[in-house]
């Protein structure tokens, strides 16, 4: 948008924005402005989904704002009078995609339509630039009244705003899309965004475990730990990492494959152990050759035991058709009953055009509650003048 069409010049904008400040714990005197600024994304959470269920502690934020050898990452806020009402962050590879950049701005209600998320948002992509970074992309939530919103999501309405490849659409006059497209922004991909109610009905699972063990065949075993990788597959379950960042669909996000080496589990792990996370994670074995051939792993966090995300899961491409997916998944979340009964919503996103992955989810009961518009923008070079 343009600042000046919007009245407010960056020059006599009543806000002031700065480099977010990492305390080096929330007692330390300057860690207010750091508790605001998570507070203001618990806010804008809450008020998006109507529940708590995406709330985080700011211990758990502190943890995770720390950059690593392998991503660098830097906030910015927003302050009128000492209050923080905006907070823009972002997120840059430095082993791979060393030419990418992830973006993300909130601003508070009060302060939005005022120009501030332009502003924000301008600050991240000269922070990139400086960086050398060319190609940014950035995540947009939009939860869906599925009965009352048939133009949501992947409704596929024709006059639906469409990305550039896959099924499904959002709302043209949806307002963070409206913004992305503002700022030079290409919607490439929907994902769905679903939930699924735990525990599981007891009749459920150990059917559904034994029909895919048996269409799994007997050259396949499940191996499951929690939180840290066994020392003896933990290269082989990097390589399982590897395959998740270039084997999903991602229509044309421009992606390459991750480096995953043992030492990269281990600062993941690390991260998540920092941030007070724990994790179950289950393979799959191929007997004869002892090779890992996929994996799922489900995070959830005991100050919130009743919320658990689903993150990654990956079957090999050699050993699809097996219903090795499925086997995973059930063994993973009765798992999950037995070490964290107080489960109780499982949240998932998975790419609108990967059916196969939706076909396991729907048949476990996973329903559609939003959809997730995955953005690019490809930086061109500065005129200089
Ligand atoms: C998206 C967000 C950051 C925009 O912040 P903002 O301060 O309102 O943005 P701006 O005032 O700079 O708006 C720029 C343009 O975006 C579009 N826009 C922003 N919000 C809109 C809305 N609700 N409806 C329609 N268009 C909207 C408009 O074109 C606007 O220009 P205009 O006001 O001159 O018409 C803010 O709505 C927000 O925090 N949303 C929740 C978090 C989120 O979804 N972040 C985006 C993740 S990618």
Not at 272 to 281: A, D, F, K, P
């Amino acid at each position: 948008m343009n600042l000046e069409s919007s009245g407010v010049s960056p020059d006599r904008a009543p806000w002031a924005i700065e480099p977010l400040h990492l305390p080096e714990s929330l007692d330390s005197p300057d860690a207010a402005d750091f508790i605001a600024a998570n507070d203001l994304s618990n806010l804008t959470e809450g008020l998006r989904w109507g529940n708590n269920d995406h709330w985080v502690s700011a211990e758990n934020a502190l943890a995770g704002a720390q950059s690593s050898r392998y991503t660098a990452r830097q906030g910015f806020i927003a302050t009128v009078d000492d209050r923080v009402v905006g907070r823009a962050v972002v997120e840059a590879p430095l082993t791979d995609n060393t030419g990418c950049g992830y973006v993300h701005v909130i601003v508070h209600p009060e302060y939005q339509r005022r120009g501030l998320g332009s502003q924000l948002y301008a600050v991240l992509e000269d922070h990139l630039r400086g960086k050398d970074r060319r190609i940014v992309m950035a995540w947009s939530d939009h939860p869906a009244d599925l009965d009352a919103d048939a133009d949501a999501g992947d409704a596929d309405a024709a006059d639906g705003l469409r990305p550039a490849s896959g099924p499904g659409s959002l709302r043209q006059d949806d307002g963070v899309a409206r913004y992305c497209l503002g700022l030079g922004y290409r919607l490439e991909q929907i994902e769905r965004f679903s939930l699924l109610q735990l525990p599981l009905d007891r009749e459920v699972p150990a059917p559904m475990m034994e029909a895919t063990q048996s269409a799994a065949g007997r050259d396949y075993d499940v191996v499951s730990w929690q939180d840290s990788c066994p020392d003896d597959v933990v290269d082989q379950y990097g390589h399982l990492c590897q395959r998740m960042s270039v084997d999903v669909p991602m229509g044309e996000m421009e992606s390459e494959a991750e480096e995953w080496s043992a030492a990269r589990v281990r600062t993941a792990e690390a991260r998540l152990r920092g941030q007070g996370g724990r994790s179950l994670v289950a393979v799959v074995r191929d007997v004869t050759t002892g090779q890992l051939v996929g994996n799922t792993v489900l995070e959830y966090f005991p100050d919130r035991p009743e919320v658990v995300y689903q993150e990654n899961t990956l079957v090999l491409h050699p050993h699809r058709g097996h219903r090795l997916g499925m086997l995973l998944k059930v063994a993973n979340l009765l798992r999950l009953q037995e070490l964290c009964p107080q489960a109780r919503r499982l949240y998932t996103w998975n790419a609108a055009e990967n059916s196969h992955m939706l076909g396991i989810n729907i048949e476990l009961g996973f329903v559609a509650r939003g959809y997730v518009g995955a953005w690019q923008k490809k930086l061109s070079a500065r005129q200089s003048s």
